[in-house]
């Protein structure tokens, strides 16, 4: 199976490094795709951007964080077998809301407004509280800042009829645990799966994440 990985708005695709490590372990393909561009795109342009880095067929597409704006375009982009999204925002296909819209309910309050890139010890306290030492010096290593205002912006139209799984982080800092299970039930129809991790499972847990996605977790 392949698996086209999308990093969010706080990391490179370096991110996704041991999970994707553990998928070809298995036997699987897994590709980081890099979605950050000299100029902004709109939502096809980073889609298309993301097609031009995988030349298979009918991948599972993981998105973690912000990037849940740019998932269902990516994956209708890449005839996707299934999305997944990893302590991702997601859309408000119904109700046409946009991320900004909706920042009161989604975002933790003493998250809005931090720049982990720009600050190592925020990024510690809010995106990697739970890595121990030698995977929180990978992930400040990952850190890079990914914010087209298309991320912000966007409104989605109809939710792509592409299977969904969510996973929630049930200690993250950033996100609310509480509004991404809410929202995979009335947004996507699924019940979002817990994992005992922060903002970034795939750098804390990533023998759990690898798990879910093969669909042995």
């Given amino acids: 199976m392949d698996f086209v990985l999308v990093h969010g708005t706080t990391q490179s695709p370096a991110g996704w490094d041991r999970v994707a490590k553990l998928l ?18 709109p939502v096809e342009g980073y889609a298309q951007h993301a097609r031009d880095q995988y ?62 890139t720009a600050d190592p010890a925020k990024a510690s306290e809010f995106l990697f509280h739970d890595c121990d030492p030698e995977t929180e010096h990978l992930a400040l290593d990952s850190l890079r800042l990914f914010s087209p205002a298309v991320l912000a912006a966007h ?10 799984t969510v996973l929630v982080p049930t200690r993250d800092r950033t996100l609310k645990p509480e509004w991404m299970r809410q929202a995979a039930r009335e947004r996507l129809g699924v019940t979002a799966i817990g994992i005992d991790a922060g903002h970034c499972p795939h750098m804390s847990r990533p023998a759990e994440v690898a798990a879910i996605l093969t669909g042995r977790g």
């Fill in 24 to 41: 070809r372990a298995a036997g699987h393909r897994a590709i980081a795709v890099d979605l950050l561009t000299p100029s902004d795109l």
């Fill in 155 to 164: 409104h989605a139209g109809p939710a792509p009829e592409i299977p969904s």
């Fill in 55 to 116: 030349d298979g067929e009918r991948p599972v597409v993981v998105a973690h964080s912000g990037a849940g704006v740019l998932l269902p375009s990516i994956a209708e982009a890449l005839d996707a077998r299934a999305m997944v999204w990893v302590a991702a925002y997601i859309p408000d296909f119904a109700g046409g809301r946009s991320l900004r819209d909706e920042v009161p309910a989604l975002f933790a309050p003493e998250w809005i407004g931090v720049d982990p």
